[in-house]
Nanobody
Framework: QVMLVEIGGGSVQAGGSLRLSCAASGPTFSHYDMGWLRQAPGKEREFVVGITSTGADTYYSDSVKGRFTVSRDNAKNMVYLQMNSLKPEDTAVYYC????????????????????WGQGTQVTVSS
C-alpha cells in the first residue's frame, strides 16, 4: 500500500513557476514508477509526466515538454514536479499517482495504469 499526498498547488500568473511535491508513505514506494496527471474542468484526466522507479527515465507530454521537470528522491519518499513558463491552459487539478507494477516502459499515459492516487492539488494560472 502506498499513500500519496500532493503539496504545493496555488495560483500564479502566466509565465510564472510552481513546484509540486508528492509525499509518499509505505515501505515499497521506491518500487513504483510514478506519474503526474491533471484534470481541467469538463475534461478528462490527462497524463503530464512520468518517472521510473529509479528516476533513470522520464516521460513528458508534448504540452509540457521543455517547461516541466519531474524528479524523485527515494530516500525521502518524494516526487517533485517543477513547472515553469506556466500557461492558462495548465490550469487543472494535478494528481500524483503510482503506476501498477505490472506495467513497464513508456506506458504512463492512461489513467488506468495507476493503482494509487493522491487527492489532487489545484493549480490556477491566470493570464
Amino acid at each position: 500500500q502506498v499513500m500519496l499526498v500532493e503539496i504545493g498547488g496555488g495560483s500564479v500568473q502566466a509565465g510564472g513557476s510552481l513546484r509540486l511535491s508528492c509525499a509518499a508513505s509505505g515501505p515499497t514506494f521506491s518500487h513504483y514508477d510514478m506519474g503526474w496527471l491533471r484534470q481541467a474542468p469538463g475534461k478528462e484526466r490527462e497524463f503530464v509526466v512520468g518517472i521510473t522507479s529509479t528516476g533513470a527515465d522520464t516521460y513528458y507530454s508534448d504540452s509540457v515538454k521543455g517547461r516541466f521537470t519531474v524528479s524523485r528522491d527515494n530516500a525521502k519518499n518524494m516526487v517533485y514536479l517543477q513547472m515553469n513558463s506556466l500557461k492558462p491552459e495548465d490550469t487543472a487539478v494535478y494528481y500524483c499517482a503510482a503506476r501498477g507494477l505490472a506495467y513497464y516502459g513508456s506506458n504512463f499515459q492512461s489513467p488506468k495504469v495507476y493503482v494509487y492516487w493522491g487527492q489532487g492539488t489545484q493549480v490556477t494560472v491566470s493570464s
